[in-house]
T-cell receptor, first 113, second 111 residues
Framework: AQSVSQHNHHVILSEAASLELGCNYS??????LFWYVQYPGQHLQLLLK??????LVKGIKGFEAEFIKSKFSFNLRKPSVQWSDTAEYFC???????????FGAGTRLFVKA | DAGVIQSPRHEVTEMGQEVTLRCKPI?????LFWYRQTMMRGLELLIY????????DSGMPEDRFSAKMPNASFSTLKIQPSEPRDSAVYFC?????????FGDGTRLSIL
């Protein structure tokens, strides 16, 4: 069965610190990978996505993620976080041939000003 | 462009009552998804439609839940009878490709 594992449930950082959120997935075929962000009280928004090609994907607001196929990982990174990055981050996967998307449990990031 | 529109934004009702959540997808999108989000279980896919046809309803928790999509611009998720454990935020999302666009959600509280 498909699954998505996010390693950290809660992360607390100071402004300007670097961020890396781990995501591993379990799926036997070709996948599409996503990171979504949910700001407090808001809906999920797409941060970035990987379908194929360059495994280093750049998204909005300075975020990037790297797909490492051999490790079944798609970690999210940002070199310098801001207070406004405080939110919950979800890693998600669907198969290249399907639309059913599996979401990870989410990582709550709190950035101290 | 209008995004995915859900109504109501908040619903508070007593257990045993029927609850109907509504969703208007983005025009032109051919996939529609219903999710439930709780602290304990995270974001769960309940059901999704393609071209108004239900494709996978394996996430629907039990027979008290039902979903319909009578046309390309409207879908409902109904709970009858409602129970306190149904309290959650229910999101609708739509897509044309693989990236989903989410509505603002309906925060449902069953007393």
């Amino acid at each position: 069965a498909q699954s998505v594992s996010q390693h950290n449930h809660h992360v607390i950082l100071s402004e300007a610190a670097s961020l890396e959120l781990g995501c591993n997935y379990s799926y036997g075929g070709t996948v599409n990978l996503f990171w979504y962000v949910q700001y407090p009280g808001q809906h999920l928004q797409l941060l970035l996505k990987y379908f194929s090609g360059d495994p280093l994907v750049k998204g909005i607001k300075g975020f990037e993620a790297e797909f490492i196929k051999s490790k079944f990982s798609f970690n999210l990174r940002k070199p310098s976080v801001q207070w406004s990055d405080t939110a919950e981050y979800f890693c998600a996967v669907n198969s290249a041939g399907g639309f059913k998307t599996i979401f990870g449990a989410g990582t709550r990031l709190f950035v101290k000003a | 462009d209008a995004g995915v529109i859900q109504s109501p934004r908040h619903e508070v009702t007593e257990m045993g009552q029927e609850v109907t959540l509504r969703c208007k997808p983005i025009s032109g999108h051919d996939y529609l998804f219903w999710y439930r989000q709780t602290m304990m279980r995270g974001l769960e896919l309940l059901i999704y439609f393609n071209n108004n046809v239900p494709i996978d309803d394996s996430g629907m928790p039990e027979d008290r839940f039902s979903a319909k999509m009578p046309n390309a611009s409207f879908s409902t998720l109904k709970i009858q009878p409602s129970e306190p454990r149904d309290s959650a935020v229910y999101f609708c999302a739509s897509s044309l490709g693989k990236s989903q666009h989410f509505g603002d959600g309906t925060r449902l509280s069953i007393l």
